[in-house]
């Protein structure tokens, strides 16, 4: 990775929100600027040696583009003559404003989460103005072609004009009202990094490792809100994992098979810090903090046998009352099924099959060929595990199930 390259990963947030303050809330002049001086850097800064300061260079480079801009548009004649004016930079060259930047990175997260945009908007957006991410990138991480994105975030960026969201963080009560969507989007990043829906890894760890940054970022500029520490521990526990769910050839290993001396030690003590932190706020643990629970019981159990699942039941029947879906009551089935034994469970995964719930998902027929497995039904529990083969985008789960249906 070049200079640019690491200074653009690290920084883009801060030099996009700063640049969208410059420009007057006109995010995608400050996206395309700043990815100009980006371009410029990697020209020139291998030719010219690169500069004391990387940073103020390529916001310099940025809002000297950004005045060009605004001298082409001749409706913005008067904005132009006021910002070529001003001397916001406090004449040291660039936009480093102390008192503002944390602020212009959280407004930055909260324009990229709006609820104005689809979810599918609000993660490319995110991904490309506060990770950083080229579009490229973005494409490979979610198998889809780059003019796909590219498309994304140009219309997510003209939605957002067209919508006259403001460059600024939201007054405390929308701020909490909203800040369940900035979540939702970070855990939505995380999943498909921990887990991939299609394509032939089981991980894409550079996609959650991302996810894990931006959340502690959000964390760092709103410490005081304890579901952000939730979503950190449940990101830390479950990135902890990471090197025991996959062989040398990428193939999936089970929970039960993994090889708990390859966890990662040192992220199970950042996670369980951070589900402590969101624990001490004293308000009761959410969606994530309940989540990053489940996940310190099995990062704190010995093995499958030794795990507390009577206390992961509970924690799922607090979780489906918070935040309820087909997917927690399916977690909880398994939960049960390891608690008191899988007829019980069978009979709440009949009752998911009964309503239709998780129409589609290989997740559903998974669980059940499991059970009816256990349960001695195998030629039932072949036709389950095949509908899930069938079902399964991702070809390393797609030969577990395999495996299962060969030993039926």
Request: glycine share 8%; proline share 5%; charged share 25%.
């Amino acid at each position: 990775m070049s200079t640019v390259e690491a200074v653009w990963r690290i920084e883009s947030a801060r030099i996009v929100g700063a640049l969208t303050r410059y420009t007057g809330g006109d995010l995608e002049l400050a996206e395309d600027v700043a990815q100009e001086a980006v371009a410029e850097a990697l020209e020139k800064w291998p030719r010219d040696g690169e500069p004391d300061n990387p940073v103020g260079w390529l916001l310099a480079t940025a809002r000297r583009r950004a005045i060009d801009a605004f001298r082409r548009r001749a409706a913005r004649d008067q904005k132009y003559a006021l910002l070529a004016e001003a001397d916001t930079d406090g004449g040291d060259g660039h936009l480093w404003d102390p008192d503002r930047i944390d602020d212009d990175v959280l407004s930055l997260m909260f324009v990229a989460c709006h609820p104005v945009l689809s979810p599918e908007a609000r993660v490319a957006l995110t991904l490309r103005t506060v990770g950083g991410l080229s579009s490229e990138e973005i494409a490979r991480a979610f198998l889809v072609p780059v003019p796909t994105i590219q498309a994304r975030i140009t219309r997510a960026k003209k939605t957002i004009a067209a919508a006259r969201v403001p460059f600024a963080v939201p007054p405390a009560d929308e701020r909490k009202r909203r800040l369940g969507g900035v979540l939702s989007v970070l855990y939505v990043i995380f999943t498909e990094g921990s887990t991939a829906t299609a394509g032939d890894s089981l991980l894409r760890q550079d996609l959650a490792y991302e996810a894990l940054r931006l959340a502690r970022t959000l964390a760092a500029l709103l410490p005081g809100e304890p579901e952000v520490f939730g979503l950190i521990a449940l990101c830390e526990l479950t990135a902890s994992r990471f090197g025991a769910r996959t062989g040398p050839g990428g193939e999936a290993i089970l929970l039960e098979q993994q090889d708990r001396r390859r966890w990662d030690f040192s992220a199970i003590r950042r996670g369980l810090a951070a589900l402590g932190q969101a624990t001490a706020a004293g308000r009761g643990l959410g969606p994530y903090g309940l989540q990053a629970a489940i996940a310190a019981c099995h990062a704190s159990a010995a093995s499958v046998a030794e795990t507390d699942w009577e206390r992961i039941v509970l924690l799922y029947e607090a979780l489906g009352r918070v935040a309820p879906s087909p997917i927690v009551e399916l977690n909880r089935a398994v939960a049960v099924a390891m608690a008191s034994g899988p007829a019980e469970a069978l009979l709440l995964v009949d009752e998911l099959v009964a309503r239709d719930r998780l129409p589609g998902s290989h997740l559903l027929p998974t669980v059940r060929g499991e059970l009816l497995s256990r349960l001695g039904r195998a030629r039932e529990a072949r036709a389950e595990f095949e509908l899930a083969a069938r079902l399964c985008g991702n070809e390393q789960e797609r030969k577990v199930l395999l495996g299962k249906l060969e030993n039926q």
